[in-house]
């Protein structure tokens, strides 16, 4: 019996094995790193477990639509303000 994730954490998984293996090395075991911010752009660890929650998904998809996935810096980039970033996973951590 296999787990099931949504297409987008799918596509997330394989844009974190394009990152090196430094990187992977930083990052725990049921981790991502994805890189938050408008201009700077700052490297924040999360559970992989967020991938499963509607609110992450939406921001995910909104990145996608006007972004795409494909980022020099080898992993997720969501740039969006550090503020808006940091409050959402505070709620997805409080659940």
Do not use: W
Not at 32 to 61: C, M, W
């Amino acid at each position: 019996m296999g787990i099931r994730l949504p297409f987008m954490a799918l596509q997330a998984k394989q844009i974190f094995k394009s990152t090196s293996t430094q990187q992977q090395s930083n990052v725990p075991k049921g981790h991502i790193a994805v890189y938050v911010g408008e201009l700077q752009k700052k490297r924040f660890v999360v559970p992989i477990s967020y991938l499963n929650h509607p609110t992450f998904l939406d921001l995910l998809s909104s990145v996608e639509e006007e972004f795409g996935y494909n980022h020099p810096m080898g992993g997720l980039t969501i740039p969006c303000k550090e503020d808006a970033f940091i409050n959402l996973t505070s709620q997805l951590r409080a659940v």
